[in-house]
């Protein structure tokens, strides 16, 4: 069955420190991995996906199909990166038409 | 620039009352789905509408129904209100296209059932 865990509902860091919010998923085949974020009184948008190899807001994700990870980094915290993270995963029967998110990780990043 | 609206914003039922979320989109695009988010189990998909006149179960579709009105309409109703179903929910749309598909989210309706 697929799945997205995050095994962390709350992540504390001072600002400047390093961020790494993570993400394992359960899945057969070639998943597409995502990163939504939720910023306090925002909608849910999409930060990053993992196909692009992007850096966004100085954010970068790499997939690791041995360790079935996707875990989200920052070398520096900023404050305005407070927020919710939530790691989705689509693929497999359905097709892309069906995200599975995890948990969630709230990030609170201290002056 | 409205993109995904959701209306109500807040809605409080008492056990066994009916009522339906709107959602509207007006990004021309094919998807649409609701979510519910609880605490500690993210966003679980309702059901989605790949397209206009069809509709299709999500991971938790029991005691909804959904109506794909037209391209831009998607609504969610709930026949009996359950507390189980106090939860925030959340419209999406989807672009599409490219392979992938970007959801974009309403603000949500934040529903209590006492």
């Known amino acids: 069955a697929q799945r997205v865990t995050q095994p962390e509902k709350l992540l504390s860091v001072f600002k400047g420190a390093p961020v790494e919010l993570k993400c394992n998923y359960s899945y057969s085949g070639s998943p597409e991995l995502f990163w939504y974020v939720q910023y306090s009184r925002q909608r849910l948008q999409l930060l990053l996906r993992?196909?692009s190899r992007e850096s966004i807001k100085g954010f970068t994700a790499d997939l690791n199909k041995g360790e079935t990870s996707f875990h989200l980094k920052k070398p520096f915290a900023q404050e305005e990166d407070s927020a919710m993270y939530y790691c989705a995963l689509s693929g497999g029967s359905g097709g892309y038409n069906k995200l599975i998110f995890g948990a969630g990780t709230r990030l609170a990043v201290h002056p | 620039n409205a993109g995904v609206t959701q209306t109500p914003k807040f809605q409080v039922l008492k056990t066994g009352q009916s009522m339906t979320l709107q959602c509207a989109q007006d990004?021309?695009?094919?998807?649409m789905y609701w979510y519910r988010q609880d605490p500690g189990m993210g966003l679980r998909l309702i059901y989605y509408s790949a397209s206009e006149g069809t509709t299709d179960k999500g991971e938790v579709p029991n005691g909804y129904n959904v109506s794909r009105l037209n391209k831009r309409e998607f609504s969610l109703r709930l026949e009996s209100a359950a507390p189980s179903q106090t939860s925030v929910y959340f419209c999406?749309?989807?672009?599409?296209?490219?392979?992938?598909?970007?959801?974009?989210f309403g603000s949500g309706t934040q529903l209590s059932v006492l």
């Open positions: 990004m021309n695009h094919n998807s």
């Open positions: 993992h196909i």
């Open positions: 999406a749309s989807s672009e599409e296209g490219q392979g992938w598909e970007k959801l974009f």
